[in-house]
């Protein structure tokens, strides 16, 4: 076994049918008494729901958090907090809520007890972002990780289903770049595994019975890990290539990592053999088809798998292979602008990927 550094930085997480009831009791264990709520315009109702569940202890609800968190969101909600004398603050939602509620930590170090209802896995790390006049800037920094974290499966029944395997797609991603991360070591490797079986097991079993609990569970459940993760060690190509995509050319954040996966595999994976290995024990096949396989899901259950589908011209191509090559960065196998030129191709295209092509 090579060395390695794990860096534990743990959250407390309450996890449970039914344990958004538990948020009153929570936010107290935190401290908070003068709560700030945060949602998107869309989870209005559910913002309204933790507000009616934690009673004197909100101070405000704000429920225009908008994706990719810009810069007037954020102005505007951290001059309520000043106003409102906020201690806490309590996102509901996906990436786009608890990306609000990390930018006013970042500025206020108030402590966040977030509330996810997508798989994208936030909640789980120290990285914010924020964007100003179209450009997205992002950092690390762990007084924006949320100190509590509630997963209540039963806030995911109203996800609709092609956000439910797009997001499941960008948590297994976390999972597949953990395993051949710079910095990987074998405790996030057995979390990284288990959030790809946990996620490629349940996402069919939810479009099959969207009123599964026990998928939605586990769902939530690979999520969890596929979060913490992220969190945990550094990612690679396939998530340079996302930020690239989504941040220059706006394409949709988890439909963006549900497209590239599999293409971002079969080019890492001559380069990452136990990675690999971990990968087809998890999902359930042959080692020369994790990449063919994480494609079959998506295209099985109905999501995009074009660059071309999510709304990516062609003729941009050439562009996004020079952004995503201009500055290094670590990955397992070598970055050309060549080759990943050819990488978008394919993807752009949506053929089914070969076990490698570099
Ligand atoms: P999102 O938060 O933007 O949500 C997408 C839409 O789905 C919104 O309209 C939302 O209101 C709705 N929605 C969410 N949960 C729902 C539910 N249970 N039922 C019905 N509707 C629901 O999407 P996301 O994919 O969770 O987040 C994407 C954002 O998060 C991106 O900006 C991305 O960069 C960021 N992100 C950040 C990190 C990090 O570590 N900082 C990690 C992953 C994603």
């Known amino acids: ?108 170090a108030l402590p966040i007890l977030a509330i996810p209802t997508t798989y994208a896995g936030s909640e789980m790390t120290p990285i914010w972002g924020m964007t100003e006049n179209g450009l997205k800037k992002t950092g690390k920094n762990l007084v924006v990780k949320p100190k509590t974290v509630i997963y209540d499966p039963e806030l995911t029944y109203t996800l609709p289903s092609r956000l439910t395997v797009t997001s499941g797609m960008n948590a297994i991603a976390h999972c597949v ?19 790809i079986r946990a996620l490629s097991s349940s996402l ?47 394409l949709p954040h988890a439909e963006t990592h549900t497209v590239i996966l599999p293409y971002a595999l079969s080019y890492n994976a001559n380069y990452a053999p136990e990675a690999v290995k971990l990968i087809a024990r998890a999902v359930g096949c042959d080692e020369n088809d994790t990449a063919g396989t994480l494609f079959d899901l998506a295209a099985s259950l109905g999501v995009p798998t074009s660059l071309e589908e999510i709304g990516m011209k062609e003729s941009d191509l050439d562009q996004a292979a020079k952004i995503a090559t201009e500055n290094p960065y670590y990955n397992p196998g070598p970055v050309h602008e060549k080759s990943i030129r050819q990488l978008l191709e394919l993807a752009y295209k949506g053929i089914r990927p070969q076990p490698s092509f570099v």
């Open 177 to 195: 770049e953990g395993l051949y991360a710079e910095n990987a070591n074998p405790i996030i490797s057995i979390l990284a595994e288990e959030g």
């Open 1 to 108: 076994m090579e060395n390695f550094i794990y860096d534990v930085q743990a959250s407390r997480v309450i996890f449970g049918l039914g344990k958004i009831k538990e948020v009153q009791n929570e936010l107290e264990n935190l401290g908070g008494q003068k709560a700030f709520i945060i949602s998107t315009q869309e989870q209005e109702g559910l913002a309204l729901e933790v507000n009616t569940l934690i009673g004197d202890l909100c101070a405000g609800v704000y429920t225009k958090a908008i994706q990719h968190v810009p810069l007037d969101t954020v102005e505007e909600s951290l001059k309520l907090v000043k106003d409102l004398n906020v201690d806490s603050l309590v996102p509901v939602g996906g990436g786009s809520s608890i990306g609000l509620a990390k930018a006013i930590a970042l500025q206020t």
């Open 204 to 250: 069919p079993k939810i479009l099959a019975d969207p009123s599964d609990s026990n998928a939605r569970s586990n769902a939530l459940y690979g999520c969890w890990l596929g979060g913490t993760v992220l969190g945990s060690v550094g990612m690679a190509l396939h998530h340079k290539l996302c930020h690239v995509l989504g941040g220059s050319y706006n």
